[in-house]
């Protein structure tokens, strides 16, 4: 059941990384399901959101998930939302080695924020009273939101065209230069479309943190 109005609400930087995490996952199984990059069968049925989700049951594929979620939640809870901008996942042909799709989710703490004090202001200038903290966002409401992009990811196969070949995926995340960034990891070309449509879905936010989706595939 969803949670009701009147539960938690106060969701800190570290709920907003559990939320973002927990989005970048079911998100990416759901694409990866609809798009049919696995075979059906090694999918498995979860609830979430109010929602029937499919999720990969493959071993290979949830390790490497896991571990890449895994990095980004510390970099999420640690340094910041800030650090992290994007995380992007590239479907790619196996045989051509073309980028055919590429899913964007965005993250934006800026847009959830109050500014920040006026660098430019003088030195001997009185202080203006701090921004107020943005509002607590209930948790019912955050549900709603991921709960319509998720459809929006589901009824993607309404007018993505057919890959016409097999595929296979990779993740791009996009970070601010002083993130520690795990030994095994290697820098990326950003695997873009080329001549790319584009169609941007909804976005959902926390309290802290906006998350933008948008998908770029060959026309």
Known sequence: PL?????????PLAGSAAHITEFFG???????????IYPPETFTRVSKYGLTLLVSTDPAVNTYLSAVLAQISTWLEAEHANKVQAVALAIIGVQSGKTRERWVFELDAAASLPPGPDENAPANHAAAPSPAPPAAKPEAEITREIRAVVRQITASVTFLPLLEEP???????????????PVA???SDPKYVVNPQQVRLRNWATGEVRVGTVVAYAG
């Open 3 to 11: 949670p009701s109005e009147s539960g938690r609400t106060t969701i």
């Open 26 to 36: 079911l998100g990416v199984n759901s694409i990866l399901f609809q798009r049919g």
């Open 167 to 181: 595929c296979g995926f990779d993740l791009v995340v996009y970070t601010d230069r002083a993130c520690e960034v």
């Open 185 to 187: 990891w290697e820098e």
